[in-house]
């Protein structure tokens, strides 16, 4: 079957190092993509703001699965959203707070257009987290809060492996709350049915799109259900073990050579269906 759904993460897979891309290339791709039906899909992680602030002055017809599936938004309409619960917000917090092997590390609750966190202008990792969040915002406490809070950040400002953190997590949250690493010293937290591939599922629900006509792009273990629900799961040739494991397929480039759009060229090159 041919493809009628790309899907791609941002950050180590369409992005280069540098958070950037080939604009001009990937505007004429989404061009023919859209002549084509093809259906876009950017889904990632970070916050739905810095999503379409990725992909400001392109134009056409590109779907956000943002807040690793738990915000979806087409054409600036939300098809689907799931916050966590504000009690599951408030326990996660205090956990992550008490339990001494979390110590040092910074959180950042994401709502679709602000972001709250306890860091400090000053402190050495907020000029990296004012990139992936739009409206970053000092508090002194989380509680009072009004907005819908779709996803926990947690990570340190430090590279460091946080495999023995994200276990405990699933451990200890167990089927209260969802969690995975996602790359940059960090853990996500979501309601626990939400990854990429939930988000991706409702898309193809709605556009009457099969798994066998689903392409995806990923790199870390955020990527992982995606890469497993789509007929082509790609693997960053830069991509974690977790992605690699998780994927049937590794991109020939990495993205730092444009890895997602070499591919893209193929399909529509009629090199790969």
């Not at 791709?29 to 392109?58: P, T, W, Y």
């Not at 451990?171 to 709350?177: I, K, N």
């Not at 799961?233 to 977790?242: F, H, T």
Request: hydrophobic fraction near 40%; charged fraction near 25%; charge should be negative.
């Amino acid at each position: 079957m041919s493809i009628q759904l790309i899907a791609s993460d941002i950050d180590g897979t369409f992005l280069n190092d540098q958070h950037d891309f080939d604009h001009e290339r990937f505007q004429k791709q989404l061009d023919e993509l859209n002549r084509r039906h093809i259906k876009f899909v950017v889904a990632s992680g970070n916050q739905m703001a810095h999503c379409q602030e990725v992909f400001a002055g392109i134009k056409g017809d590109m779907t956000f699965v943002a807040e690793d599936g738990a915000l979806t938004i087409e054409q600036g309409k939300i098809l689907d959203e799931n916050p966590i619960k504000p009690a599951l917000l408030k326990d996660a917090i205090d956990y992550l707070m008490t339990t001494p092997e979390f110590s040092g590390a910074e959180l950042i609750l994401s709502s679709q257009h602000r972001a709250f966190t306890s860091m400090r202008p000053e402190n050495p990792g907020w000029a990296d987290s004012a990139y992936f969040y739009s409206n970053l915002t000092a508090v002194d406490h989380f509680t009072g809060i009004s907005d819908p809070v779709y996803k926990i950040d947690t990570h340190w400002s430090e590279l460091r492996d946080v495999r023995m953190q994200a276990e405990m997590l699933k451990r200890d949250l167990g089927d209260v709350l969802g969690s995975v690493m996602s790359g940059f010293s960090g853990i996500d937290i979501t309601m626990p049915h939400v990854t990429k591939s939930y988000g991706l599922q409702q898309l193809q629900n709605i556009w009457k799109v099969s798994m066998d006509e689903t392409m995806a792009f990923g790199d870390t273990q955020n990527d992982e259900a995606m890469l497993k629900h789509a007929r082509l799961g790609y693997a960053m040739k830069n991509a974690e073990q977790e992605a690699l494991d998780a994927a049937n397929l590794i991109t020939p480039l990495d993205n730092n050579d444009s890895g997602v759009m070499d591919v893209i060229d193929r399909v529509l090159n009629g090199e790969v269906q």
